[in-house]
């Protein structure tokens, strides 16, 4: 799945929102934004994605919330080069 938003930039009020990047894992997705406040600073934000994880549960153990983290880490490095 990848993000189903705009390819382009959208604004509501006074907020923008710029798509940076979107990159699918083998089990995380990372959607990446840029988010601008009219007169503020703009700011990245980042969203991971999990496949196999059902909309609004919590994970079922810590061990899923390391794997999370290591599955989030080498996607990390993957993309960095």
């Known amino acids: 799945m990848m993000y189903p938003g705009p390819d382009k930039a959208t604004i509501y ?8 990047e979107s990159t ?3 089990s995380v997705s990372k ?4 988010s601008t406040l009219e007169s503020k600073d703009p700011k990245t934000v ?3 994605h999990v496949q ?14 390391i794997d999370l983290y290591k599955n989030v880490s080498v996607l990390h490095v993957y993309l960095k080069g």
């Open 13 to 20: 009020g006074d907020l923008r929102i710029d798509p940076m």
């Open 24 to 26: 699918k894992g083998l």
């Open 31 to 34: 959607f990446a934004f840029k």
């Open 46 to 48: 980042t969203i991971f």
């Open 52 to 65: 196999d994880w059902r909309e609004f549960d919590l994970p079922a153990s810590t061990k899923d919330l």
